[in-house]
């Protein structure tokens, strides 16, 4: 037992002092969704109408990128130069190469997040109850939870270099699409549609849901369509897991 842990800590240890030595992971990931907001909801001039709003829908898209490119480019990478051949010989429990990342995944989720919500308590004057601010933390740090399995799914199946270019389209596709930046009402019908099969609209309908913005929502819907969603990236991920294991 106490080997299994010592191994988890220290495989935790180094992922996350790998990412502290990449600044082309750390600042994209962590300043553009913090940038994006205080441009839309300070700097421009009649923004700052629905601070709260955009908080809960750049919560979902703030946790997007650490999941997204932590795992899809990192795992393709160590995939390449073969990291991952040498863990499957080596004596180390597989669930401590995985947890590893996804602890990782979520202190830089976390860390986008704090920033984002100092900016909008102090800088953008969103004031909610602590209780809706706590539910609203939860539901972000939960909502990181489908993008890792995105992101291992792009790492288990691309190449190095064909992870960055489709994790990118992954990141702006679902952020665009799926109404983080831009309410899907604004949209034509066919991409409304489109909308609901991508998981960044329900886990920002949900988000929407706990401030209370106006609109209609169905809560249950969103939550249970989430849930599909991930089961069914969960098994694309074993499948893909497996395929990587027995190659």
């Not at 106490?2 to 240890?13: D, H, K, M, P």
């Not at 706590?134 to 792009?154: E, K, N, R, Y």
């Not at 991409?191 to 849901?209: D, K, N, R, V």
Request: charged residues 10%; contains cysteine.
């Amino acid at each position: 037992m106490n080997r299994i842990v010592a191994s988890f800590v220290l495989e935790t240890g180094a992922e996350l002092l790998k990412a502290f030595r990449a600044p082309e992971f750390i600042f994209p990931t962590l300043g553009m969704p913090v940038a994006f907001y205080t441009l839309f909801a300070i700097l421009i001039p009649g923004s700052n109408s629905s601070p709260g709003y955009l908080l809960a829908t750049y919560g979902v898209f703030a946790v997007m990128g650490p999941a997204i490119f932590g795992f899809g480019i990192s795992v393709a990478n160590e995939r390449d130069k073969g990291w991952l051949d040498l863990k499957l010989a080596a004596p180390s429990q597989g669930f401590s190469y995985i947890g590893a990342k996804i602890c990782s995944t979520l202190l830089f989720s976390s860390m986008s997040l704090a920033i984002m919500y100092i900016i909008a308590g102090f800088g953008a004057a969103v004031a909610l109850p602590q209780s809706t601010w706590a539910l609203m933390l939860i539901t972000h740090i939960v909502a990181t939870l489908p993008f890792i399995l995105i992101g291992l799914i792009v790492g288990f199946v691309c190449n190095g270099n064909a992870s960055v270019a489709v994790s990118n389209i992954i990141f702006l596709a679902f952020a665009a699409l799926g109404g983080l930046w831009v309410p899907i009402m604004l949209f034509p019908p066919g991409m409304q549609t489109f909308a609901h099969l991508l998981p960044t609209y329900h886990l920002s309908e949900i988000a929407l849901h706990i401030i209370g913005a106006p609109g209609e929502r169905d809560l249950l819907y969103n939550m249970l369509a989430i849930l599909i969603m991930s089961a069914v990236l969960l098994a694309i991920t074993a499948l893909a897991w497996s395929k990587q294991r027995n190659h």
